[in-house]
């Protein structure tokens, strides 16, 4: 159990409407994602986070931000979500070591319709 | 650039037949190549990970070797169980920047009969 937690688990929004899902460590890990999971795409990086106030760009970042204010939590924000932000998202962190492996909550459902 | 393309599925399989998921790769640098596995409703758990060439990893019967001649990472197990049911990814870590993320294959999805 690498100690993730994402809220809400599953959500139905309608269009132009903001989401906010947030994620939630308690072992003090530097970096932090967000992915994407859909269909015929596999898992695909949002936006990362290296540290507080530090965070980059994935590859699908456009419609999507993310806070970092503390160490734990790391949120990802839809300013107005679209029907084509229905997926399923992820958090992962980074443990220690150098092999680069990715630990991930269980996902968050999100139905825009 | 980094990029995975992984076997499509879905595969079905009967209880005890040999599985083998092709995943080739392309990376620049010495990635660490990773199977990762989602049963249904849940997350992504590691499944196992090699990170240099000529590695195995291994892990609950299932193994895959790293093979840099071919840039490929097949994951095999000799006799699959109904408990091997899921989508199984393949991912490359990311040498190139400093993000350390990953990239993934589209998975497969494994059923096993009975």
């Known amino acids: 159990d690498a100690g993730i937690t994402q809220s809400p688990r599953h959500k139905v929004t309608e269009t132009g409407t903001p989401v906010t899902l947030r994620c939630h460590q308690t072992e003090n890990h530097r970096y932090m994602y967000w992915y994407r999971q859909d269909p015929g795409h596999g898992l695909r990086l949002i936006h990362y986070?290296?540290?507080?106030?530090?965070?980059d760009k994935g590859e699908v970042s456009d419609g999507y931000s993310v806070s970092r204010s503390k160490t734990e939590d790391f949120l990802l924000t839809l300013e107005s979500a679209t029907s084509s932000q229905t997926s399923v998202y992820f958090c992962?962190?980074?443990?220690?070591?150098?092999?680069?492996?990715?630990?991930f909550g269980e996902g968050s459902r999100l139905t825009v319709l | 650039g980094n990029s995975v393309t992984q076997m499509e599925g879905p595969v079905t399989l009967s209880e005890e037949a040999f599985l083998t998921i092709n995943c080739t790769y392309t990376?620049?640098?010495?990635?660490?190549l990773f199977w990762y596995v989602q049963y249904p409703g849940e997350g992504l758990q590691l499944l196992l990970k090699a990170t240099k060439a000529d590695d195995k990893g291994s892990n609950k019967g299932f193994e895959a070797t790293y093979r840099k001649e071919t840039t490929s990472f097949h994951l095999e197990k000799g006799s699959v169980q109904v408990s091997d049911s899921a989508v199984y990814f393949c991912?490359?870590?990311?040498?190139?920047?400093?993000?350390?993320?990953?990239?993934f294959g589209t998975g497969t999805r494994l059923t096993v009969i009975p």
């Open positions: 992962a962190i980074r443990a220690g070591g150098n092999t680069g492996e990715l630990f």
């Open positions: 986070s290296y540290g507080v106030k530090d965070t």
């Open positions: 990376a620049t640098g010495y990635p660490s």
């Open positions: 991912a490359l870590s990311d040498s190139e920047t400093g993000a350390n993320n990953l990239f």
